[in-house]
């Protein structure tokens, strides 16, 4: 740390804790009993330090001088070795629980030191109990990165965990997790206000001569990652927060391919912004070259026979439970097996690859987000790694082209051709429909009129025949009166729409709540849990299972538990007003309960709920009036 007098540390603590961080010389001079002479040449000395540290002591005409802080995280690590902490009324201070959270992770990275609940209380203006009740998210938001807050009696708590694993989630909490009033969002500028442009600048050159001369791909977002992750390092390294790996791995690392490239890397940092950073430094860059390394093929080394272990039983389990069937040759199989083995090595080393659009991807593909979740179960446990969100998306776009490639199936109209006795009839039928290139997805079965007794007519949703069927009971038939048939076909087709779902059946009044009050995620919980017999049970389903709650970028956020509940439904929350669930936005809750998990019947209630509650006009309909009525006038329309 860089050590500075005592009277400088008051300046700063004065300044912290003034309104708006300002003061005027005379009441600088009062509180250092010196002369106002001497506190500016104080000042002026004192900005030489700050300048460096991310802050500046600017004089203001008439006003005295106000504290600028250009750098929030150089300007944390550098007063927290002078253990001086900021009180300023001024400050915005969060006013949403969701808020205070963010505020004391990012507030635990930036120091290395015990802070006690009293303190964090007062900074806070809540009670020690508030901020108790606080410590329990932040334990649960902080696990994801393998971190951990430890507590000693009369101390307070601290951040226990690696280095790696602090750096990632300062990279989350201090530049990509924007905490602002109405929403939570990403924000990529955020880097720029962190350092200055000409650094930036300067690191961007250098990772782009970087990844050319050693050929390393990796994608937009992942270079922008790795310049904030450049900058945390060098911020780190600047207070002695150096980064440990075992020595057992560093052999390892240095036989990766993208090890030259991380030594480069640091070379070259080192010489244009004249620093030395450790050795290991250069292992860190590697750990993300390789991690962010997109390939063709699979360059990483990894057990391929556990990975084929792991698609083999993920085929099973989607054939088995959504009759989800995938060919060896298709794509989804294709792209996981070239995913999976990077994905387990970035987890395994904490360097996750980022997706800048995981609830975009989640309120677009909200069936796809439930069905990876089974899917995940299966990697996790059979390759000892615990997933994110982040990584979790990219399963959810390759099991959507799953859904894709099988849709085609799904939607096809099934046809059942008959005539008296002979293929030749239908045969011709066949080639009529073909040479006039009707456009449609059709799968046909051709029987006998004698051999009707044994097929299920109920299977079909057309019915084309060279003769009168009286005791048909197929939605759609078709006689062949005239060369026009095909005119019939087509009209018959058009009618059958794969999107239409028994209404009755799911959407029932007793599983609407409508304009409900709720403070938070628990309160939803505890009032949807009140509609089931076994109420108790069903909430601490609802609330233990919060790993398989999807949040949306619409402030729609959709509950997958498992819950025995013999009934089809789909269960519809609107909030009076909007709430923080986990980390978005949202206002509605919605649970689908399929007791089959029949692929079909999911997808139709899926697709039809997306045409409602995506459709901004409809949504904004819907929670305006939210009234079970209301729902089903908008459900009926989009069926």
């Known amino acids: ?103 004391i992770i990012k507030k635990l990275l930036a120091i290395d030191y ?152 640091k070379q070259q940092l080192e010489k244009k912004l004249n620093i030395i950073l450790p050795d290991e430094e250069e292992l860190y860059f590697t750990l993300h070259f390789h991690c962010k390394h997109l390939t063709e093929i699979d360059e990483i080394s990894s057990d391929s026979e556990l990975i084929e272990e792991t698609i083999n039983e993920i085929d099973q389990m989607l054939i088995g439970k959504y009759g989800l069937h995938s060919s060896e040759n298709s794509l989804f199989k294709k792209y996981l097996r070239m995913h999976l083995p990077a994905m387990i090595e970035r987890l395994k080393t904490g360097m996750s690859m980022r997706n800048q659009n995981t609830y975009n991807t989640f309120g677009k593909y909200p069936l796809a987000a439930k069905i990876t979740l089974d899917l995940n179960k299966i990697i996790e446990k059979n390759h000892k790694i615990k997933n994110n969100v982040d990584e979790f998306t990219y399963l959810v776009l390759y099991v959507n082209l799953l859904i894709t490639e099988v849709r085609k199936e799904l939607k096809k109209t099934k046809v059942l051709l008959v005539c008296l006795n002979g293929r030749p009839e239908t045969i011709t039928i066949l080639n009529d429909i073909n040479e006039h290139k009707l456009d449609f997805n059709i799968e046909v079965d051709l029987h006998d009129y004698y051999t009707l007794d044994n097929v299920d007519v109920n299977d079909y949703s057309l019915l084309i025949s060279t003769m009168p069927i009286s005791e048909s009971k197929i939605y759609n038939y078709v006689l062949r009166e005239n060369v026009s048939y095909y005119k019939q076909i087509e009209e018959a087709v058009n009618v059958f729409n794969f999107s239409e779902i028994n209404i009755d059946k799911y959407f029932k009044k007793k599983y609407f709540f409508g304009g409900l009050t709720a403070n938070d995620r628990l309160d939803v919980l505890k009032k949807i849990s009140r509609l089931f017999t076994d109420n108790r049970k069903v909430f601490n389903t609802f609330k233990s299972e919060i790993n398989s709650e999807i949040e949306t970028d619409k402030k729609i956020v959709y509950l997958n538990p498992k819950i025995n509940i013999d009934e089809d439904f789909i269960l519809i929350v609107i909030l009076k007003k909007s709430i923080i669930w986990l980390r978005q936005w949202t206002q509605v809750v919605v649970f689908v309960n399929n007791r089959n998990s029949n692929i079909k019947d999911l997808y139709k209630s899926y697709s039809l709920l997306g045409k409602v509650l995506n459709d901004k006009d409809n949504i904004n309909y819907l929670i305006n009036n939210a009234s079970f009525e209301t729902l089903l006038k908008l459900v009926k329309e989009a069926n």
């Open 114 to 265: 015990y802070i006690s609940l009293d303190d964090l209380a007062d900074e806070l203006y809540v009670s020690k109990s508030t901020i108790a009740t606080d410590i329990k998210d932040v334990k649960q938001r902080l696990s994801v990165y393998n971190l951990k807050i430890i507590g000693k009696p009369k101390y307070g708590v601290i951040i226990d965990g690696g280095e790696i694993n602090k750096r990632l989630c300062i990279a989350e909490f201090f530049f990509h997790n924007s905490v602002e009033t109405g929403f939570l969002a990403s924000d990529h500028a955020m880097f720029v206000s962190r350092a200055s442009k000409q650094e930036i600048n300067d690191i961007s050159d250098i990772l782009k001569q970087t990844i050319k001369k050693y050929k390393i791909n990796i994608s937009d977002a992942s270079f922008q990652n790795l310049i904030i992750h450049t900058i945390i390092s060098i911020r780190r390294w600047k207070f002695y927060n150096y980064i440990k790996i075992d020595k057992s791995k560093t052999g390892k690392f240095k036989e990766y391919y993208e090890y030259p490239a991380g030594k480069y890397y």
């Open 1 to 103: 740390m860089q050590y500075i007098r005592k009277r400088d540390e008051t300046i700063i603590k004065f300044l912290l804790e003034a309104e708006n961080n300002m003061a005027t010389s005379n009441n600088l001079a009062e509180a250092l009993n010196v002369s106002t002479r001497t506190v500016k040449k104080d000042i002026k000395e004192l900005n030489t330090v700050l300048s460096a540290n991310g802050a500046l002591i600017e004089s203001l005409l008439s006003k005295g001088y106000k504290l600028v802080i250009n750098d929030n995280l150089l300007f944390e690590q550098f007063i927290k070795g002078l253990k001086i902490t900021g009180n300023s009324k001024s400050q915005n201070i969060p006013h949403y629980r969701y808020e205070r959270i963010n505020y």
